[in-house]
């Protein structure tokens, strides 16, 4: 009987300490989960909103998804990789608003950076974390650069809810753990097996009544339950199966990632820019937010400073300083990305604008010029040359500057507008009214007549973030 005993429990420490073998160390679990969860913003420049969530790798090849109520409506999408790359655009293969589920493709093959998608649910007590950007934009106005962040929790069993659009039975992971917007579309992963158990979806808030010292109401306020609900990773199989996706399942494991204690310069760097990047593209959103503007300025600065040999870095410095009508800063930030990149085409028309705007006109003629002697078909810098021709009183050399712009770009509103303004100075109001017609046809649907001056003239567009590409530590541009 002891003989008996003692085998028993020889055979449940061996039990225990092969688990504790195989099982990762919670750290490396956290790191590994960072890695492959990504920030997405869809922007809608129609309604000036943004709608900012999660989304995971869910192959080594980019496949990433996420909700799909985060990318919808949008007419600009980025996603932030790592912290350090921009991947602006990225096309979005299939989505699908009832089951609240959307992949897109992104292009960093054979990263190994993604996690196994489970085909269990997990035990119910389980410990479980939830990594995502939950309230990143109230984090990156406190001065932090961009960076996700895990919420701890336990499974809670399966609940059955109803389907996004068509009000369908459908079950969910319930969540206990203090989740937030901004988590939708994480990954739900569970601290000892390593596995996706599913995709963050819902959390619960109520609203709480508020009173004062002497116990009346004085309004409500919006808290948050600690109840959350995620689509369980056998639904996310089926449907990525049904739609012919390949992703990393659960009978194969990645590669771990090793621990980093530091960042490089460069990868400190890319981490500011791409900070800098979506705290720009919020405020442009956001009609110029000022405070926005001078956070991304901040962010630009100590990129550039961490990679001086980064072009696209500098002009993005020097283009949010345009927007915030400094000049001689976005000028000198130009000049020093021109060292770079002399011939750039779109950085000579940016260093052409600040020459205008500091007001020495012939310099601004004179990098136009250079844009246009590096494409010929840079439509702004036709434009530009125009607009100071035309503002010079010289409106037959405007008129060649705006035809050879719409010779470049025959849908530019902008060109089409300015052409009217130059032929109805040099007398040719019939050619004018034709060229107004074709801006009409061009323009925005509800562009206020009284705005048309305002916006073909001071160029809003022109104001936007470089569109960036992924640059990884290499240094590939990002425009």
Request: hydrophobic share 40%; net charge neutral; aromatic share 8%.
């Amino acid at each position: 009987m002891v003989r008996l005993l003692a085998t028993v429990l020889v055979c449940l420490i061996s039990l225990t300490f092969s688990s504790f073998a195989f099982a990762a160390p919670h750290g490396e679990v956290y790191r590994q989960a960072k890695a492959v969860t990504a920030l997405v913003v869809a922007v809608n420049d129609t309604t000036h909103s943004v709608s900012l969530g999660s989304g995971f790798f869910v192959d080594p090849d980019g496949l990433l998804i996420t909700n799909a109520h985060v990318v919808e409506d949008h007419t600009r999408l980025f996603v932030y990789v790592q912290d350090q790359q921009v991947f602006p655009s990225p096309p979005i293969l299939v989505m699908d608003r009832d089951l609240d589920l959307a992949a897109l493709r992104i292009p960093i093959k054979g990263t190994d950076i993604s996690l196994t998608l489970a085909q269990r649910p997990p035990d119910d007590g389980e410990d479980v974390i939830a990594v995502g950007y939950p309230r990143i934009t109230d984090i990156l106005q406190m001065g932090f650069v961009l960076h996700p962040t895990v919420v701890a929790g336990q499974a809670n069993g399966l609940a059955s809810g109803r389907s996004r659009t068509k009000g369908r039975s459908t079950p969910f992971i319930q969540t206990t753990g203090n989740f937030n917007f901004g988590n939708s579309g994480g990954p739900l992963i569970g601290l000892d097996s390593q596995e996706v158990y599913g995709m963050v979806v819902h959390t619960v808030p109520y609203l709480e009544r508020a009173k004062d010292r002497s116990g009346t109401p004085i309004g409500s306020v919006m808290m948050k339950s600690g109840i959350g609900y995620s689509i369980p990773s056998s639904i996310i199989r089926q449907w990525l199966t049904a739609n012919r996706l390949s992703y990393t399942a659960s009978e194969t494991k990645t590669r771990k990632l090793s621990p980093t204690d530091s960042l490089n310069a460069s990868e400190e760097a890319n981490r500011s820019f791409a900070t800098g990047h979506l705290l720009h593209t919020l405020a442009i959103v956001l009609q110029q937010d000022t405070e926005l503007l001078d956070l991304a300025a901040f962010h630009y600065e100590n990129a550039a400073t961490l990679r001086p040999e980064a072009p696209w870095i500098t002009r993005n410095l020097g283009l949010v300083s345009a927007t915030l009508g400094r000049w001689d800063q976005a000028l000198q930030a130009y000049q020093r990305a021109l060292r770079l990149t002399p011939k750039d085409p779109a950085l000579l028309v940016d260093t052409g604008l600040a020459w205008e705007r500091n007001g020495n006109r012939e310099r601004a003629i004179e990098f136009y010029r250079a844009a246009i002697q590096s494409n010929p078909g840079m439509e702004s810098a036709h434009n530009h040359i125009g607009t100071l021709f035309l503002k010079a009183g010289r409106a037959e050399e405007a008129i060649q500057a705006f035809r050879q712009a719409l010779a470049c770009a025959p849908a530019s509103s902008m060109a089409s507008y300015n052409l009217g303004l130059a032929l109805e100075a040099k007398g040719l109001k019939e050619d004018a009214v034709l060229a107004w017609e074709t801006f009409l046809q061009n323009s925005w649907p509800r562009t206020d007549a009284a705005g048309f001056d305002i916006k073909m003239r001071e160029g809003v567009a022109r104001l936007k973030p470089l569109t960036a590409k992924a640059h990884p530590v290499s240094g590939s541009s990002p425009r």
